[in-house]
């Protein structure tokens, strides 16, 4: 019985310094060092092993139990990254709150569903229409945006009153947009590449800006996948080497999108500011980190409960968010589950609260 205790310790240790560990992302740039960046997809599991250790010493009556109660305490603040409490989702009535803005963040996959390959379908379209009727919000944020064969898309957003708009083309092989559909007049537009763009739209006499984007993918094709999810069992082999170099490649694409594109825009921004899309990273992440050193994370402000935006095969997180500027406040957060992308929508209002 000494002999099991004493391995539990070690392996209840291993399991505190790995919980740390997997936080350290957002203070370690990924051109410094990439592992805490990795390291950062664990801190879940990480999180409920040392759950489960201090399960076992309490029912053993053991003093260790302590061990992973101060690791989780000390790193309890990360908790709410992932899961909330005493948010809505209900959007308030327009009449009570004449400043607010709905904006809706989606990646619709070209329509194709949530399978791994994208093939438009028209039936997709048709009820992406279908939930903008029923939710109505004023701004769309759109990433993976393309053509569906035998309707146009476009013209039927124009019909519902999105009559602003403004588009980044992606390649000729994958026309893909980032796109922001607006009830709202655009009276600004800006290109920052082929999957980023930023506008500036008026609410009544109030301008704001919007940074409509979609970070550098991962670009796991069906082999990458299946070895994610083996590392994920902890099986690792000569192939994962590939995965993980192009998970490291990413995420040093990110720093350079961010420092060199992103940063610059949000920082020299004086009026309201939203930044909403597909970030593909994940809220222990540096980028998450540098992003919501200037903006405030709405999911923060207002979610409820555990949160996952990304619709497909493993591993499933919150990659959509919206953020925004002090000059915003946060109404409502709701993320709608549906099958008609391989990511969900998120639905947020704001109010502009700094006249």
């Given amino acids: 019985m000494k002999v099991i205790r004493i391995i539990l310790l070690i392996l209840n240790i291993i399991a505190a310094l790995g919980l740390v560990v997997t936080t350290l992302a957002g203070l370690v740039s990924p051109s410094t060092s990439i592992l805490p960046s990795v390291l950062a997809y664990a801190f879940l599991p990480m999180l409920a092993l040392n ?29 709410g990254l992932f899961f909330q409490v005493g948010g809505t989702s209900t959007v308030p009535p327009l009449d009570e709150h004449p400043d607010m803005v709905t904006l809706m963040s989606f990646n619709v ?31 769309l944020c759109l990433q993976e945006y393309g053509s569906v064969k035998g309707m146009s898309v ?30 709202l007049p655009i009276t600004y537009v800006k290109k920052i590449d082929q999957q980023k763009i930023l506008v500036e739209i008026l609410h009544g006499e109030r301008p704001f800006r ?4 979609h970070m550098g993918s991962y670009s796991f094709d069906l082999n990458d996948r299946a070895e994610v999810e083996q590392m994920a069992h902890l099986r690792i ?18 720093e350079t999108e961010w420092n ?25 992440s540096w980028l998450y ?52 992308s391989d990511h969900y929508p998120v639905l947020v209002s704001l109010e502009m609260n700094d006249k």
């Fill in 51 to 79: 759950v489960v250790f201090v399960l076992v010493w309490l029912m053993m009556g053991k003093w260790q139990f302590l061990i992973s109660t101060a690791a989780i305490a000390a790193r309890f603040s990360f908790v």
């Fill in 109 to 139: 996959h070209l329509f194709g569903g949530n399978g791994y390959e994208s093939t438009p379908k028209k039936e997709n379209a048709q009820a992406f229409l279908q939930l903008l009727r029923e939710e109505q919000p004023m701004v």
């Fill in 154 to 183: 476009t013209d039927s957003l124009e019909l519902m009153g999105y009559n602003h708009y403004f588009g980044s083309r992606g390649s000729n092989t994958a026309p893909a947009n980032t796109v922001v559909f607006s009830k």
């Fill in 210 to 213: 919007l940074l409509c984007v």
């Fill in 237 to 254: 082999d000569s192939t994962s080497r590939r995965t993980l170099g192009k998970a490291k490649e990413t995420v040093l694409r990110h």
């Fill in 260 to 284: 060199e594109q992103l940063r610059p825009l949000v920082a020299d921004c004086k009026m309201p500011l939203l930044l909403a899309g597909d970030m593909n990273d994940i809220p222990s």
């Fill in 289 to 340: 980190k540098q992003i919501s050193l200037l903006l405030d994370d709405t999911y923060r402000d207002k979610g409820l409960g555990f949160c996952t935006t990304y619709n497909g095969s493993f591993p499933r997180f919150r990659i959509d968010m919206v953020f925004h500027s002090p000059q915003f406040s946060t109404l409502s957060y709701r993320r709608i589950g549906n099958d008609l």
